[in-house]
């Protein structure tokens, strides 16, 4: 099945082309709605369900999960607050049986919200939003048809309330909500329910696990990537990304660095030549520039020599807020991955002169503006680059500590120094993250994160 993450106007046109190749939207519907009524008799077990039914057709959705679950000897209460508006959900509509109601209160234990998905496009007022304020409050476990209901699920941000669901079924493909904060922490376990569409041509992708290997037989430390993390003039936060570079894979991580750095850990070698002299070392393969680099004359020197000497960079903090035309002039932004979080992605969009709204479009016009690969990170991460956007699952939110962002850098410039693009490197670095971040468990440090790294790796070998 394809894992391809979709905007609503790809969805209408992923349906239509269906429908042009002869399956009626009827016959999607009922392929959607038995979908999800499968899942949804898993959960119930036999207790009795309630479905909430809009007046589109994810309303006409709700009928269908109503009449299968009805056909299974479910006790079925369906309200819906009007007559279906649709020629399909009409069809839905007179296919089921049973009776309807037209408001609640509801009382059974399993509730399945069907008042709107995709075709959401105003404020939820009224009766709707009276429902999805009794569902909020209600203690029922709750199933989302396709996306919750207040959802705009091109962004992920919401149009009334918002309850937390136990399960939600996407139907036929992904949509952008079901990645975008707030709705995606919203949503409880995914399932995605195939149409067989055709999505071939999807530009958004749900990213998928990576497969990583050991070392060749034959390896030595330089073939494995020797990385150089370009110090500045804060200490602890470029000494976090070599610690977590040097358990993501790489033969070699070196400190370039002019200050003394008493914490570091024995294995790591420091150079502290003169910053052009070391950059000279054909070896290197991948330079990491920005974790407690400064903002200054000297830093923005530092930053300078990096872009230049030609190598593959990652750049972060510090490195994001002095980046602009001038420091990109005669640089290949192939080889170039930004790693900002919100606030370093706004400043660079101003730096950029790139006007957009929201951390998808501002990651996605960065991206085409610049050529440069932007994996904008936060409680929802997005990689663009070659014309391709890659969402991912959700991540722990003990993620949220000083120094995660060090440790993502450290694990993105290792993977770029291991013969990966920006795109695989930064696709590799999200998954360890999160997968470091699972093994720690609660209220780790930055440092105890980026030691859980190692172990990290092996889930993906
Ligand atoms: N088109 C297809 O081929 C298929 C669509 N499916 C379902 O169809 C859904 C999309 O259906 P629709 O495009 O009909 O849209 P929806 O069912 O999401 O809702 C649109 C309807 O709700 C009204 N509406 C929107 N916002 C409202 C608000 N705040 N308050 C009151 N009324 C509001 C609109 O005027 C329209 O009548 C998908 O999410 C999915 O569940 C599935 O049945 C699979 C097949
Ligand atoms: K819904």
């Known amino acids: 099945m394809s894992e391809a993450v979709l905007t609503v106007a790809q969805m209408v046109a992923a349906e239509k082309a269906a429908m042009a190749a002869g399956t009626s939207e009827w016959e999607l519907m009922l392929k959607a709605g038995q979908g999800a009524a499968q899942w949804v008799h898993r959960a119930a077990g036999g207790r009795p369900v309630t479905v909430l039914c809009g007046p589109g057709n994810n309303g006409g959705d709700g009928y269908v999960i109503a009449e299968d679950l009805g056909s299974r ?6 309200i819906a607050p009007v007559e279906p508006s649709t020629d399909t959900a009409r069809t839905a509509r007179s296919q089921f049986g049973g009776d309807t109601r037209e408001q609640g209160p509801f009382e059974h234990a399993i509730v399945v919200d069907c008042l709107f998905g995709y075709g959401l496009s105003r404020q939820v007022e009224g009766v709707y939003r009276e429902l999805l304020e009794e569902l909020s409050a209600s203690d029922c476990f709750k199933i989302a048809i396709d ?3 207040a959802v705009r699920s091109d962004c ?8 937390r669901y136990d399960l939600t079924l996407a139907l036929g493909a992904w949509k952008q909500a079901h990645f ?3 709705s995606m922490a919203m949503m409880g376990a995914k399932e995605l329910i195939d149409l067989g569409l055709p999505l071939d041509d999807a530009h958004g992708v749900l990213s998928s696990r990576p497969a990583l290997s050991a070392p060749a037989a034959d390896a030595h430390k330089y073939t494995r990537g020797l990385v150089a993390v370009v110090a500045g003039e804060m200490p602890g936060a470029p000494l976090l990304s070599c610690e977590a570079g040097m358990r993501a894979g ?3 991580v070196k400190l ?7 914490d570091a850990p024995a294995d ?3 150079v502290e030549d003169d910053l052009d002299e070391a950059l000279e070392d054909d070896r290197i393969d991948a330079l990491l520039v920005g974790p407690g680099l400064g903002r200054g004359e000297t ?5 300078a020599a990096a872009l230049t000497s030609g190598r593959q960079c990652v750049l972060d903090a510090d490195a994001l807020h002095l980046l602009d035309d001038d420091l990109l002039e005669g640089v290949d932004p192939s080889r170039i991955l930004l790693t900002p979080h919100e606030g370093e992605l706004a400043a660079l969009c101003e730096s950029f002169g790139v006007e957009a709204d929201g951390k998808l479009d501002r990651a996605r016009s960065l991206s085409a503006a610049t050529g440069l690969t932007v994996l904008a990170k936060g409680p929802d991460t997005i990689l663009v680059g070659e014309g391709t956007t890659l969402f991912f699952p959700q991540g722990s939110s003990w993620l949220s500590v000083a120094g995660s962002g060090d440790v993502l850098a450290g694990i993105c410039a290792t993977r770029l120094a291991g013969s990966r693009s920006p795109m695989e490197a930064a696709q590799d670095a999200v998954w360890l993250h999160h997968e470091a971040a699972r093994l720690a468990g609660p209220a780790f440090t930055a440092l105890q994160l980026a030691h859980c790294v190692k172990p990290a790796m092996a889930s993906f070998l």
Request: net charge negative.
């Open 250 to 252: 790489a033969g070699y």
């Open 147 to 149: 996306v919750p209901s």
């Open 299 to 303: 830093s923005r020197e530092r930053l």
């Open 73 to 78: 000897g479910y006790d079925v209460d369906v």
């Open 256 to 262: 370039f660095s002019d200050r003394s750095h008493p």
């Open 156 to 163: 992920g941000s919401t149009l009334g309330p918002l309850p």
């Open 180 to 182: 975008l904060m707030p």
């Open 268 to 270: 790591l070698v420091i």
